[in-house]
């Protein structure tokens, strides 16, 4: 495959860009080579600068759920950009936005705007530890929730594959009341909650974990930490960001039956566009700034063209039966990956939840980072490379969940599975 421009490309933004990229996980440092440049993406595929065409399952790591400038969206931006990009001043969007995220999510009864799910994330730990006046939260061992200094401890896919879990710059003292449990772990956060008694403000979780890969909640393991929070005064606080609008209309909270105090959003709400959002309980969400003494503010939040392009990405999920659609492709996809894996006499672990996927090089079930860290990361590197140069693109880590979109077609499938099954024969 002609790389030409993209490799002229990276040459020249590593000599502006630290690394060349602005954000870590676009790098290759985990699978090796470069990234390659993109200028055009429609629908299922994406074609980087020399013009080769690839399949996407990194779908800008989530929110292209529709697929990559779906005509909704594209003419939905264009009408907001002609009456001006952006106003610091309400603007009708902010309301239908709200609304139809309360209707949506029945757990959110108010919701506020930001611009990324780190924001969200960030706000929403603060709001939990405002309202119930305690300062320490847990977290869970390989979920992500953004770049925040408090929460950037055991922290999922960029950490992992870089091999430092926490950052330099973030002093002790700001991660000094952050715990972390492993998932899927009942006695963990039982011990815990015992050695913190009325001093745990919340859980944050990501309530099918796509960070370290993807692995899902076992049966139980939601409704546990439902139950311990109510009952030790805490907050359960659902980091949606990726499952939100993806694994059904209402989240992951709907498919698995859960009622979180708080939610936070982002990737899929945006329809490509810079947004995060967070929301819960009325009396929690009314300690915020302007009625309550928890700060929170930003200057583009609720900026009128993100939410023209969020709007019209939930409002076509809503109308277009998606979670059908993409359910099925998802089944397809998993079928075929694993017949691939076992003709080639590979052992590969496919966890899947809807339209989320990872693959994982072991032959033993993984239900948390520790399990992930089974998975033969050399067989990976070879793996995505030899996809890569069938015109596959997965995500350029062991650790990443992949995604479908709705415009993945059955041909796209069928495609994927059979250059996966020629490149897993010679690995
Ligand atoms: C992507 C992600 C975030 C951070 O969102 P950004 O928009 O990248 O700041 C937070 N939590 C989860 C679960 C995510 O997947």
């Known amino acids: 495959m002609n790389r030409t421009q993209s490799e002229k490309l990276f040459a020249e933004a590593l000599k502006y860009i630290p690394g060349g990229v602005n954000s870590p996980v676009r790098a290759f440092r985990a699978v090796g080579g470069n990234p390659f440049f993109v200028n055009r993406a429609s629908g299922s595929k994406v074609w980087d600068v020399d ?27 264009k009408t907001a950009a002609e009456f001006g990009t952006s106003f610091g001043i309400p603007n009708p969007l902010e309301v239908t936005m709200a609304k139809l995220i309360c209707e949506l999510v029945p757990s959110v009864k108010k919701i506020r705007m930001t611009s990324s799910g780190t924001e969200a994330c960030m ?117 949606e960001v990726m499952t939100g609008f993806r694994l059904a209309k209402g989240g992951a909270q709907e498919r698995f039956g859960i009622t979180p105090d708080l939610s936070t959003f982002g990737k899929v709400i945006g329809g490509g566009l810079p947004v995060g959002a967070f929301g819960g309980r009325a009396e929690i969400m009314d300690y915020l700034a302007p009625l309550g003494p928890v700060y929170q503010a930003g200057t583009l939040s609720g900026n009128p063209i993100a939410m023209a392009a969020g709007l019209a990405n939930l409002e076509e999920l809503d109308r277009c039966g998606a979670y059908d659609r993409l359910e099925k492709i998802g089944e397809q996809l998993e079928a075929g990956m694993m017949d691939a894996a076992k003709s080639a006499n590979i052992p590969v672990r496919l966890n ?12 033993e079930p993984v239900h948390n980072v520790a399990d992930a860290m089974h998975s033969d990361r050399e067989r990976f590197k070879k793996f995505f490379h030899g996809m890569l140069d069938a015109g596959v693109y997965f995500a350029p880590s062991q650790f990443e969940a992949g995604f479908i979109s709705t415009a993945h077609t059955a041909a796209d499938i069928e495609k994927t599975v059979q250059a996966a099954a020629k490149v897993l024969r010679n690995l």
Do not use: Q
Request: glycine fraction near 10%; aromatic fraction near 10%; hydrophobic fraction near 45%.
């Open 123 to 239: 706000s929403a730990i603060r709001l939990a530890r405002g309202f119930t006046r305690r300062d320490k939260i847990i977290k869970f061992d390989g979920c992500y929730h953004g770049h925040v200094d408090s929460l950037l401890v055991r922290a999922g896919s960029g950490a992992l594959t870089f091999g430092h879990p926490d950052s330099a710059g973030i002093p002790a003292a700001f991660t000094s009341h952050t715990i972390v449990a492993p998932y899927n772990d009942v006695e963990a956060v039982k011990a815990i909650f015992a050695a913190n008694k009325n001093e745990i403000a919340g859980i944050i979780v990501e309530p099918v974990p796509g960070n370290a890969g993807l692995y899902l909640p076992k049966p139980g393991y939601l409704e546990f930490l439902r139950e311990i929070t109510a009952a030790n005064g805490a907050l359960l606080i659902f980091d």
């Open 51 to 77: 013009g080769n065409e690839l399949i996407d399952y990194v779908c800008t790591w989530g929110p292209a759920i529709l697929g990559h400038a779906h005509p909704k969206i594209i003419s939905a931006i």
């Open 352 to 363: 899947r939840c809807g339209s989320m996927f990872c693959g994982y090089f072991t032959s």
